[in-house]
């Protein structure tokens, strides 16, 4: 065998053992170690078997090369166990040499996050963004009574007698199709395993594949090492991101839920992950269902929730928001910098806690304020400055409201930005989809270059009207956006009590 040159790595490759850039790596460095000249059999047939682990940049693992049909079985040739396999030195080896560089550099600056592809089920029968925009643009709101086929003690909510309550609850936004309809074995699923799945799980499952074609995965190369990060709020299903790679056979998985902010947290670490090298592809996704009365008495129960189910969003009458089904789901990839044309992409993308607060449902204003500056210093100085319209996470309480609109006020002001800057919320349009919130606010944000009116408004909340005063804000109106400005926008989310992201497009 000839090992310890390029060559070699090339005829490895001619006998179909595939190897990617890092196992060449290190099979060219052991073998360059222990100096072994001999010639390689080209009528052998060899398998490769590894086993590895990173370390501060370093691979560190075992390897054996077996030899297939040898009349004694199989034969090990030859063992390396627990060698440090060093990154080669620069001119070493050209190609090779440039593959392992990529692939050790864990902080891609040369990658911009794409998203290749989106697909969503949200309130008003919408099952694309197109028609997530129309309704937008049009102004309307998904709120409804609570349908009695989807909770079976709607009477005693509205009447605020559920489980011992005293807050009513009567609205909310539905997705107004059977959720028990679902195609298991298109999904390889029996159909009692099927019946035993969460209704957010088949939701996700149908959604995750329509994302997948769309991004023109059709084999199963396509996906891998596709991460898959899912946002949702429900203590009882935490094996959400789990079966979801299962189910398509792909992987690395995680499950996030960090309450309102999880779809945007699962965004931040898919993005992290392909920006360090850990992961080329990801699939992002949030999901929610209202399914139970005890979750909308608990909610009510604690002044989260409007009556009606209508969320007034900046305004003197706000006293709440409506809980909302939806589910939405992204592929997102790395692509090189000169490879962009134009597509949308993700910018700043920080995350933090709220820290402590006076209560659980009441925001930290300056824990709000540090996020929005991490965010905005990422951004240079033009792009700061380009912002023209942003995506709050507005759940239209007379706390909540006051409290984002100053951090988010004296944020922008300290860039300079005292006027010119839209506020706006899908909230308004479709009620809020908690775990799944942050993704809506991004889909919004790739839509069109104009500012959709927002439902439900009249009359400015007294205290943003003081805070945009003390502030040197003008005035607040609805209004086109300039189609020159489309690529400078932003979304953010803030949660009760937990984590929270600040996400800005470039």
């Known amino acids: 065998m000839v090992w310890g040159s390029c060559e070699v790595i090339q005829k490895v490759e001619e006998l179909d053992i595939k190897l990617d850039a890092l196992w060449q790596a ?7 170690e222990v100096g072994n000249e001999n010639e ?13 682990k990173l370390d501060e940049g370093m691979a560190r693992g075992n390897f054996w090369i077996e030899e297939k049909g040898n009349k004694n079985g199989e034969e ?29 550099d864990f902080d891609k600056k040369d990658l911009e996050v794409v998203i290749s592809s989106i697909a969503c089920r949200l309130p008003g029968n919408i099952s694309s963004p197109d028609q997530f925009w129309a309704l937008l643009k049009e102004g ?3 709120n409804q009574r609570i349908p009695a086929t989807r909770i079976a ?75 898959v990060f899912i946002g949702f709020m429900s203590n009882e299903y935490q094996d959400l991101s789990e079966q979801q790679g299962n189910a398509l056979q ?10 309102c902010s999880s779809s945007l947290v699962a965004l931040q670490l898919a993005v992290e992950a392909i920006r360090t090298g850990r992961c080329p592809r990801a699939i992002v996704g949030g999901v929610n269902l209202t399914l139970t009365a005890k979750g909308l008495a608990q909610r009510a129960n604690a002044g989260m929730l409007a009556e009606d189910g209508c ?4 305004d003197i009458d706000a006293n709440g928001y409506g809980r909302s089904d939806g589910c939405v789901v992204m592929m997102i990839e790395g692509v090189p910098i000169e490879n962009l044309e134009r597509k949308p992409h993700w910018g700043a993308v920080e995350c933090g806690h709220d820290g402590r607060s006076a209560a659980l449902t009441a925001p930290n204003g300056l824990s709000q304020q540090q996020l929005l500056a991490r965010c905005l210093e990422r951004l240079n100085i033009e792009k700061r400055r380009s912002l023209r319209f942003w995506e709050c996470h507005g759940t239209g309480t007379a706390l909540g409201d006051p409290v984002e609109f100053l951090a988010l006020a004296k944020s922008l002001n300290s860039c300079g930005l005292t006027k010119g800057v839209w506020l706006g919320t899908a909230k308004a349009n479709i009620g809020h989809t908690e775990a799944a919130s942050g993704l809506v606010g991004a889909v919004l944000q790739l839509r069109n270059a104009e500012i959709p009116p927002l439902p439900n408004f009249k009359r400015m909340n007294p205290e943003i009207v003081r805070g945009m005063e003390a502030n040197g804000w003008g005035g607040y109106e609805n209004d086109n956006w300039p189609v020159r400005l489309a690529a400078k926008k932003s979304v953010r989310i803030f949660s009760e009590g937990e984590d929270k992201v600040g996400i800005l497009f470039a």
């Open 76 to 104: 090990i040739l030859m063992f390396g166990e627990d060698l440090l396999f060093r990154k080669l030195d620069v001119g070493e080896i050209d190609k090779i040499e440039m593959k392992i560089n990529n692939y050790f």
């Open 153 to 227: 003690e709607r009477n005693s909510l509205i009447r605020g007698e559920f489980n011992g309550g005293n807050v009513p609850v009567e609205g909310g936004h539905f997705l107004n199709f059977d959720l028990a309809r679902f195609d298991a074995n298109f999904f390889g699923l029996s159909a009692l395993e099927a019946s035993a799945l969460d209704p957010q799980q088949r939701l996700l499952l149908e959604c995750t594949w329509e994302c997948v074609e769309q991004a023109g995965c059709n084999s199963p190369k396509d996906l891998e090492q596709c991460g």
């Open 140 to 142: 309307r709101s998904t």
């Open 26 to 32: 290190m099979v060219y460095c052991f073998l360059k």
């Open 311 to 314: 969320c007034r969003v900046f």
């Open 40 to 52: 390689l059999d080209d009528e052998k047939d060899l398998r490769m078997h590894f086993s590895i």
């Open 250 to 259: 792909i992987g690395p998985t995680l499950s996030i839920d960090t309450a």
